[in-house]
């Protein structure tokens, strides 16, 4: 199962997941690190930066990008990414790798990002948020645990949480190019990071409900190498809580997050 840390801020979170990351990529021939885009990575991103990780030889990939928004707009999850992973932690932003979702080449953009991935190794370790609607990636309920990258419709309730980067709901693309729940489950490890009460339902059910396409962060429980790493907000509805404190505070030191 899962590993499943409770932690008391975001912060603290960031550095746990920062420390898994250094020490995953520093012992791959050809380090792959998978990205996330929203407010729950920007933790980790600095704690890379605070450690001072060497991802100088790594490469990038994103989970996902809008369908539909001008090059260069500073919503596009290249930019985002140029802007809150590659210049906050240094990493080299002619490594970093975002779906192509220029609408004339939408048809081919999911098997061309998945052969890029195969070229580069495969992701080592794959950093994630949750949706509150319980999405990875832009796999919104009802994508298959096997869809590999291809365009999807986010659903409104992902709109509506994410109007908050935009002027409105309105500017928010409908369409998406995103990493499917096969091509996440095919990374060495998963880190899923989850902050405050809005996330609180979509973990329970993630990580104690059926696994079920309904709530595509249960594909967690089909992959043996995962931590999740929550706050008291997010782990609030958590069933088996107390289970989850144990087993970390007794935890044999020669094991690693
Ligand atoms: C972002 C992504 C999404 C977000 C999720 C949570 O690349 O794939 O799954 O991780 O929507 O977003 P935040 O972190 O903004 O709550």
Redo the contacts with the bound molecule.
């Keep these: 199962m899962a590993e499943v840390v409770i932690v008391s801020t975001p912060a603290d979170a960031g550095r746990l997941a920062a420390e898994s990351i250094e020490r995953r990529l520093a012992e791959s021939e050809r380090p792959v690190l998978g990205v996330?885009?929203?407010?729950?990575?920007l933790a980790t991103y600095r704690a890379l930066a605070e450690r001072g990780t060497d991802l100088a030889g790594a490469t990038a990939f994103?989970?996902?990008e809008y369908v539909g928004l001008p090059d260069g707009h500073p919503e596009g999850?290249r930019a985002v990414l140029e802007r809150e992973f590659c210049e906050v932690t240094g990493f080299d932003s002619a490594n970093l790798h975002v779906p192509d979702s220029d609408p004339a080449r939408l048809e081919t953009a999911g098997p061309r990002y998945e052969a890029l991935i195969r070229e580069a190794g495969g992701v080592d370790v794959q950093i994630?948020?949750?949706?509150t609607d319980g999405?990875?990636?832009?796999n919104e309920p009802g994508s298959s645990l096997a869809s590999r990258t291809r365009v999807k419709t986010l659903a409104t309730q992902?709109r509506r949480?994410?109007a908050r980067f935009f002027d409105s709901i309105d500017d928010v693309p409908i369409h998406c190019v995103?990493q499917g729940l096969g091509t996440i489950r095919d990374a060495g490890h998963l880190i899923l990071l989850a902050f405050g009460p809005s996330k609180a339902n979509a973990i329970r059910s993630a990580l104690e409900g059926p696994v079920s396409s309904s709530v595509p962060a249960s594909l967690i429980q089909l992959h043996p190498s995962v931590t999740v790493l929550v706050d008291e907000a997010a782990a609030a509805k958590l069933e088996h809580a107390a289970y989850y404190r144990t087993a970390y505070a007794n935890k044999p030191a020669w094991q690693r997050l």
């Design positions: 996330a885009t929203g407010s729950t990575p994103a989970l996902d999850y994630l948020g949750i949706g999405h990875i990636g832009f992902t949480d994410n995103t």
